[in-house]
């Protein structure tokens, strides 16, 4: 079963910086696109960042010039920088990767289970 784990969330200060990582694992063909959303309480889960199989990227405007996203394909990992973080930042970070199971396609998206960002003064 594909899996997807996240780590580096935390608990920081405005202005601060963390990173948070996805590692997809499991038996696919191969990983298509990945990306990061959030979801703070109350609110609906957005788009924070996604970023192609090549490289093409789309970032949210609410965390452009301070969030930046990557992946290492040979690790199967995305990635997600985040700088100059705001108590609005606070909430659920979740991993989505939309992958090919098989050669012939068979594309299924997956999720993590999500890790904890938040911005505290």
């Known amino acids: 079963q594909v899996q997807l784990v996240e780590s580096g969330g935390g608990l920081v200060q405005p202005g601060g910086s963390l990173r948070l990582s996805c590692v997809a694992s499991?038996?696919?063909?191969?990983?298509?696109?990945m990306g990061w959303y959030r979801q703070a309480p109350g609110k609906e889960r957005e788009l924070v960042a996604t970023?192609?199989?090549?490289?093409?990227?789309n970032v949210a405007d609410s965390v452009k010039g301070r969030f930046t996203i990557s992946r290492d394909n040979t690790k199967n990992t995305v990635y997600l920088e985040m700088n100059s973080l705001k108590p609005e930042d606070t909430a659920v970070y979740y991993c989505?990767?939309?992958?090919?199971?098989?050669?012939?396609?068979?594309?299924?998206?997956?999720w993590g289970q999500g890790t904890q960002v938040t911005v505290y003064s």
């Open positions: 970023i192609t199989s090549v490289g093409h990227t």
């Open positions: 499991g038996p696919f063909f191969s990983i298509d696109g």
């Open positions: 989505n990767a939309v992958v090919s199971l098989s050669r012939r396609g068979n594309v299924r998206e997956y």
